[in-house]
């Protein structure tokens, strides 16, 4: 069984910085494509960054220059380096894999940026 556990959410002020990390467990990491996705309220999900087994990463057009997500295979957890926070980004930010076809998300950590 995959589990994904998201971590370093919080309130920051805009122009801020945080840092989410998303430990997994039960499932070969290294193997895997990861994904950062957010939901704002009333807003669908959406897909941030990504980031494939072999560490190529892509981003959502409203994150560009601002966030960078990383893996580190050896302790199975994929990060997202998030600056130049604006309010807009304030969502609950999950983390996302597939296994087998089968999807696995994260229970989420809720960033939010104050203006």
């Known amino acids: 069984q995959v589990q994904l556990v998201e971590s370093g959410g919080g309130e920051v002020q805009a122009g801020g910085s945080l840092r989410l990390s998303c430990a997994a467990s039960g499932t070969t990491f290294r193997a895997h494509a990861m994904a950062w996705y957010r939901q704002a ?4 999900r959406e897909l941030v960054a990504s980031i494939t087994s072999g560490g190529t990463a892509n ?3 409203s994150v ?3 966030f960078t997500t990383s893996r580190d295979n050896a302790k199975s957890t994929v990060y997202l380096e998030m ?3 604006k309010p807009e980004d304030t969502a609950i930010y999950y983390c996302h894999t597939i296994l ?3 999807f696995y998300w994260g229970q989420g950590t809720q960033v939010t940026v104050s203006s």
């Open 100 to 102: 087998l076809g089968r």
């Open 64 to 66: 560009k220059g601002r």
């Open 83 to 85: 600056n130049s926070l």
């Open 41 to 44: 309220p009333g807003k669908q």
């Open 59 to 61: 981003y959502g057009e």
